[in-house]
């Protein structure tokens, strides 16, 4: 195998090869665009490391090669001492990281060479700066040193010298410094900086390679949900030095607008400095559009390959490029992260360049990024108290408590409250803090700093560098404009969207994505904003589309009338036990605690009616759209009064010597009802069949409304749904009670009403057996959520809060099964139970109504297995249309 390729070899759809950074350093150097040379180690170099802990045997005789060819083309050898050739070595993994792994630049520079670089730079001043940032990153990445020694070294430097800024200090004082800075690596790290130019490299890469499994980089992967074994790549890359004088500078840019998606230029632009000061946000950068000023032959031609990239990746492109004295240089490239609604608009407009079609500007959106869309924002009437403006750097409207820093954040969050993370500027120490905040806050860096990429990618709220804040971190506080002082604790909302900063709680109002889709807003209304008009014009793509339909989880007309405007075409779970709640409780009660068949026919009467009129309501919501109803599932217990609760009224009434016959008996009926495990007790078809008549009114209720709607010249398609069967003969026992109701409420009102009868397909024994199950069932729904509870055995009330974290944490799965479906165990069932179903009877309707039904990754799934439909609670249904049409691609 080949280890190493020269940037001439790659392209961009080698990113598993040569991660992301280096297959664009490729295909940017194939198009002729000015990349300094330089190669790429594979990412299958890193696994081999990280596998067997020792690099592939063949790979130094590789890099000595391809080093070698790069000495040629540059006219100079690495490290050599009146000439040489200086490298960067930085990590690159398929999905981009931001800052969550190593860079070493300057690699070459030693006491010797850096001579030879203040000769080819004709400035002493900068080859020790050069040098000293070698000492300093080298010590800190690759030997493990702690990085505020060197700080500290560098802070007195400047005091001794009474200067506030690095760049005051001259060349003599950064030459002491180099001689300070090698004291500490050879007194933390047991050895000393090494002198030979190679043995920096190699060391280099390896410190790339082991930063892979970093803890910061492991987290990130876990939030992200990037797979751990991928490994990263490793570029050297020629030097080119943006830090060479005024002429000289480094900058980021977007090919458009990364928050709006409207094109135009945006990015920073900092003028003698290295590319790290732009990312890290520590000085203050100018918008690109200043760099026509300062150096419009630059400009101009960056504006120009800007294009070039645009209509050669058909996408938003990011950018970093560094200016060497007046030559232009790109160091990176890629597809750009982006806000959710710049997602959309980006893709409406590239298909209306005619760069793109409607099926890859399908692929250019997720239901993620939809789902975000549809959060609330900030209500532009409410009474504020706005203080600062910064950044727009990714959208949302956030509230919480203000803390200042990472470990209190995650620890409050911790304890249930929500917080701002408020930071000058973060940096990759942050991140389990920015993970636990509602929004992050920042005074200094722009919508390329550390703290705004990692946001959007995070779809978290931020704003960044609100200058006007000042920030105080040490006394974990800030103040702002006018004097007012934030502590610790003190509430604070912020707008990703617009940049604002307020103080207090500002109450937030429902996205226009929603207005849209409940039909409050319109597209090409002159109140429609672009977000509105691509959401729709997104949604029109992905229904010609998709082969699933889509269908909600509601239980009454209002969530039903939602659903419909959303999208949905039927209910696909109607849960009749929130039928059994509130004042009917009583009526409930009275059924369960029924001595008699006569006391219980009673109750049973009352209740019919209520029910009967709950479905009228919901086939109208739903007319001419399928309707399941699933019959009462939950174990009876459910509906009777606390047990604690129900013993101290008892032991209270008893001690006042008051009646209590009815509590007594209530008591003892929860006794008798109650169970160890109640998901495995008495509930679903069980309770169909011990309770005689509960089954058969809620089919009479059904029928009998299915009937009267019709009478009323609706059209009802109603579908009956059994739930927790375990066998084909519960089902058929069941059926059969229901098919004879059904005949007689048709003969008593003379209409055909054509009621499916199917089942739900929830337990294992169910799936294995499904080819049985589908002859006495017209369709199944899938009820994944139990079906993940008994597969795993995992109850799913309780582990999310008991050991999933830990089972997280060590990466057993990377999100839980109850959220998105485990394809392998719980997937395979359902895979062979369709296909069992479809054997016995080819037009058996199929669905899924568990949690898994609206969500993403899930929908993809089912639409692979060839279900007919997915059903999710309503404020889903956008996002699994659109992962349905995504899907069918
Ligand atoms: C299921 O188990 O997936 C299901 C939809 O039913 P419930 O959540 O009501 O148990
Ligand atoms: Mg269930």
């Not at 150096?295 to 070039?308: A, G, H, R, V």
């Amino acid at each position: 195998v080949k280890f190493v390729y020269d940037f001439t070899e790659g392209n961009k759809d080698l990113k598993d090869l040569l991660g992301g950074k280096g297959a664009n350093l490729a295909e940017m150097t194939n198009l002729g665009l000015p990349v300094p040379p330089g190669f790429t180690i594979t990412t299958e170099a890193c696994k081999v490391y990280l596998d067997s802990g020792e690099e592939p045997a063949a790979l130094r005789d590789e890099v000595s090669a391809y080093l070698d060819a790069l000495e040629q083309k540059m006219g100079k050898k690495l490290g050599q001492p009146d000439n040489p050739l200086l490298v960067s070595v930085r990590s690159g993994a398929k999905f981009s990281m931001p800052g969550m792994m190593d860079t070493v630049l300057n690699i070459g520079l030693s006491d010797k060479s850096v001579q030879g670089l203040a000769k080819q730079a004709g400035d002493d001043r900068f080859a020790w700066d050069s040098y000293r940032r070698l000492i300093q990153m080298f010590g800190k990445t690759v030997l493990g040193v702690d990085g505020d020694l060197f700080e500290d070294a560098l802070d007195k430097a400047k005091e001794a010298k009474k200067v506030t800024v690095d760049t005051e200090l001259d060349a003599a004082d950064l030459k002491k410094l180099v001689t300070r800075f090698k004291k500490i690596v050879k007194a933390e790290a047991g050895r000393d900086f090494p002198q030979d130019p190679r043995e920096q490299m190699d060391l280099a890469i390896k410190a790339v390679f082991d930063s892979w499994n970093g803890e910061r980089a492991k987290l990130y992967r876990r939030q992200e949900r990037i797979p751990h074994d991928l490994g990263t790549a490793v570029n050297i890359c020629s030097m080119v030095f943006g830090n060479l004088g005024p002429d000289s500078g480094t900058g980021v840019a977007f090919t458009r607008d990364p928050a709006s998606g409207h094109q135009g230029v945006y990015g920073d632009y900092l003028q003698n400095a290295q590319g790290e000061d732009v990312v890290a946000g520590i000085r203050n950068t100018v918008p690109l559009a200043e760099l026509e000023r300062i150096d419009k032959k630059s400009y101009d031609q960056l504006m120009q390959i800007m294009e070039t990239l645009e209509n050669h990746y058909k996408d938003l492109c990011d950018i970093e490029f560094t200016i060497e004295r007046g030559r232009l240089w790109m160091l990176q490239t890629r597809v750009g992260k982006r806000t959710a609604g710049a997602a959309f608009r980006i893709a409406t407009q590239l298909v209306d360049q005619g760069l793109i079609d409607e099926a890859e500007a399908l692929q250019r959106v997720t239901g993620a990024q939809l789902a975000q869309l549809m959060f609330p924002r900030f209500d532009e009437q409410a009474k504020v108290e706005q203080v600062a403006r910064g950044i727009a750097a990714s959208p949302g409207a956030a509230v919480g408590k203000a803390v200042f820093d990472s470990y209190t954040a995650v620890k409050w969050s911790r304890s249930g409250e929500k917080v701002i993370l408020v930071r000058r500027e973060t940096n990759p120490d942050d991140l389990d803090g920015m993970i636990a905040a509602e929004g992050i806050l920042t005074s200094r860096g722009g919508k390329t700093s550390h703290a705004a990429v990692v946001a959007r990618g995070m779809g978290k709220t931020c704003v960044c560098g609100a200058e006007d804040l000042e920030v105080d971190t040490k006394r974990r506080r800030m103040t702002v404009p006018g004097g007012h002082v934030v502590e610790e604790g003190d509430l604070l909302s912020i707008d990703g969207s617009t940049g604002k900063v307020y103080l207090g709680e500002v109450p937030v109002v429902p996205s226009p994505v929603v207005e849209y889709f409940e039909g409050r807003m319109h597209p090409g209304a002159d109140d429609a904003d672009e977000l509105v008009e691509a959401v729709h014009r997104m949604m029109a793509f992905a229904d010609r589309k998709r082969r699933l339909r889509v269908r909600a989880n509601a239980d009454n007309a209002e969530d039903a009338l939602r659903a419909r405007r959303f999208g949905a075409q039927g209910i696909g779970l109607c849960r009749t036990e929130h039928m059994f709640l509130g004042d009917r409780r009583e009526l409930v009660e009275r059924l369960i605690l029924a001595d008699t068949q006569a006391e219980r026919e009673e109750s049973l009467k009352q209740l019919l009616p209520l029910q009967k009129q709950d479905f009228v309501e919901l086939f109208e919501a739903m007319d001419g759209l399928p309707v399941t109803i699933r019959l009462l599932d939950p174990p009876l217990h459910e509906f009777l009064p606390d047990i604690t609760e129900l013993s101290v009224r008892v032991a209270l009434a008893e001690s006042r010597q008051e009646p209590h016959e009815n509590e007594l008996r209530l008591l003892q009926a929860v006794h008798r009802l109650h169970e160890q495990n109640p998901m495995l007790g008495l509930r679903g078809v069980r309770l169909g069949l011990v309770i005689p008549g509960l089954f058969t009114m809620q089919v009479r209720a059904i029928a009998e409304a299915a009937a009267e709607r019709k009478a009323a010249k609706g059209d009802p398609r109603a579908e009956i749904m059994i739930p927790l069967v375990g066998t084909v003969q519960e089902l058929e026992i069941v059926r059969e009670e229901a098919d004879q109701v059904i005949a007689e409420v048709e003969a008593a009102s003379g209409t055909h009403l054509k009621l499916a009868i199917g089942t739900m397909i929830e337990l294992p024994r169910a799936a294995l057996t499904a080819g049985q199950i589908a002859e006495a069932a017209e369709f199944f729904s899938f009820g994944t959520n139990d079906l993940t509870q008994t597969v795993w055995g995992f109850s799913r009330d309780d582990v999310e809060a008991s050991f999933f974290t830990a089972y997280l944490e060590r990466g057993i799965f990377g999100v839980s099964p109850f959220e998105t479906i485990d394809k392998d165990g719980v997937g395979s069932l359902v895979k062979a139970a369709a296909q069992a179903g479809r054997a016995t009877r080819p037009d058996l309707k199929l669905g899924v109504c568990g949690e898994h039904g609206g969500d993403p990754e899930s929908v993809h799934f089912f639409h692979e297995v060839g279900l007919d439909y997915v059903s999710c609670s309503p404020f889903r249904i956008p996002v699994a249309r659109l992962e349905a049409g995504r899907a069918a691609v």
